[in-house]
């Protein structure tokens, strides 16, 4: 598939951020993890100046850091200009304010683009349903704010064959958030769980500490049985 960075819209999160969404526990940052769909979010260069073993793939990363920033640059303004305008639609529990948002994604994106700028190959560039990893290469796939949330775009084929891929090469996988970007539950959740099911894979929704968009605080972990 030929991808442009015209149609991304990059926005990065933080490893406390990660943390939150999908309950990682000290204990599952000792376990080696891929992000799928990391983007420019700092969480691959936290968790490893922590010591976790990290890896993300997006198809982003088939760009320069120069290129992504610019990127950046152009698609901020507009995002927070929409959150702005759209500000009861979330809850600001967390963030407090729009300016302190605005300030940890921007402090996300900057760190992500200093270490992307040297190249680590933590770094792959790559799109779901398709990851260049050996089969049983880690212990955690974790997607935040990819897949479910765009539901309207991908469809539920893409949705259950990026999940395969995913429990290919983890061991357990967690998606974080449930909701898509009209703030109702995906339509693909329940054929995914059932399927999952049907497998013999364990499949449960967890209420996590973090509320942003409305209801979006629930996280689906999968394992196997
Ligand atoms: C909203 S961003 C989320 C970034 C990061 N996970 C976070 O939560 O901060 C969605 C990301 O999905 C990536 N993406 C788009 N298509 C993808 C695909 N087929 N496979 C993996 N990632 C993809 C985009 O490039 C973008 O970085």
């Known amino acids: ?15 406390d951020e990660y943390a939150t969404f999908f309950a990682l526990t000290d204990d599952d940052l000792k376990k080696s993890i891929i992000g799928c ?21 997006d198809p982003i990363y088939a760009f320069n850091a120069d290129a992504i920033r610019q990127r950046i640059d152009e698609t ?7 959150t702005a305008a759209h500000q009861e639609q979330f809850l600001w529990n967390h963030y407090k304010t729009l300016d302190n948002l605005a300030n940890i994604r921007m402090q996300a994106m900057r760190r992500f683009l200093e270490d992307y700028r040297d190249g680590p190959s933590r770094y ?6 398709d990851l260049p990893i050996a089969s049983d290469s880690f212990d955690l796939a974790l997607s935040s ?8 775009q991908l469809d539920l084929d893409f949705h259950q064959r990026s999940v395969d891929e995913m429990l290919r090469v983890a061991r357990e996988v967690r998606i974080f958030p449930l909701l898509d970007l009209t703030v109702q539950t995906s339509s693909h959740l329940e054929p ?17 500490h973090y509320e942003f968009q409305r209801g979006g605080n629930k996280m689906l972990r999968i394992t196997r049985s």
């Open 192 to 208: 995914i769980m059932t399927t999952l099911g049907q497998r013999g894979y364990h499949c449960q929704i967890e209420t996590v």
């Open 76 to 82: 901020y303004p507009v995002i927070m200009a929409q």
């Open 37 to 57: 769909g990391d983007g420019p979010a700092s969480f691959n260069m936290e968790a490893t100046a922590r010591g976790t073993k990290v890896v993300s793939c």
């Open 124 to 129: 792959i560039a790559s799109a779901l349903p």
């Open 1 to 15: 598939m030929t991808y442009s960075l015209e149609n991304v819209v990059p926005w990065g999160r933080t490893l």
């Open 145 to 152: 704010h990819f897949l479910f949330l765009y539901s309207e």
